[in-house]
């Protein structure tokens, strides 16, 4: 018994309260969306349109780096608030 006691206080000592970051990945996800935008309009389009199969080049960067952009949220939504 005394043992299964040690090893609850061993566990219970390197828990830490560590809290998720929901809001610092909203916060990114709309940082994103906006520099995405940004992108759309420097490449002479609109977010949102469909291009069928002829999509240029440009947009084509921006989905791409939208998409890098979105990937690094899921980091910043699990990384600890201090």
């Known amino acids: 018994m005394r043992t299964f006691i040690n090893f609850l206080l ?12 929901p ?7 709309t940082g994103c969306n ?12 609109t977010m ?3 291009y069928g199969l002829s999509v240029p080049a440009s947009v084509l ?6 998409g890098l952009c979105m990937k690094g949220c899921v980091a910043a ?3 600890p608030i201090p």
Request: charged fraction near 0%.
């Open 34 to 45: 906006v520099v995405t935008v940004a992108c759309y309009a420097g490449a002479g389009a």
């Open 61 to 66: 960067a921006c989905n791409k780096a939208a």
């Open 23 to 29: 809001a610092a990945y909203g916060i990114c996800q």
């Open 10 to 21: 061993i566990s219970f000592m390197l828990v830490s309260v560590v809290q998720a970051g």
């Open 77 to 79: 939504g699990f990384a």
């Open 48 to 50: 949102g349109v469909t």
